[in-house]
């Protein structure tokens, strides 16, 4: 009897898209097999909302970057609308900076000028 076997060093890998869901280009990522993303990228910058997180298609939850990879995935950008507060004075001239705030959300302290 002959028993012949073949042993390869090849790591499947497996990319990592990333739907900035309207916001500026974020690059995807590849990586091996049945580890976990090193890091998350920066965060997409989409204008007159807050990032809040990245999630992938089954859930809104936060994606969990201890999740070993196994497959090619694509995860979106999770977005909160905002609303600039400006404050004008006497002349219209203002002298204190617009506040940004979670649209639906109470301006908590009014900036002294």
Known sequence: ????????NSVETFTVTFDSMGGSDV???????????DALPDAPVKEGYRFVHWY??????????TKAINADITLKAYYVETVTISFV???????????VIDKGTVLETIPAP
């Open 56 to 65: 992938d298609n089954k859930e809104l939850f936060a994606f969990d970057v």
């Open 27 to 37: 690059a995807s990522v590849t990586v091996d097999g049945q580890t976990t993303l």
């Open 89 to 99: 004075t006497g002349e219209g001239a203002s002298v204190v900076e617009d506040v």
């Open 1 to 8: 009897m002959l028993l012949l076997v073949a042993c390869t």
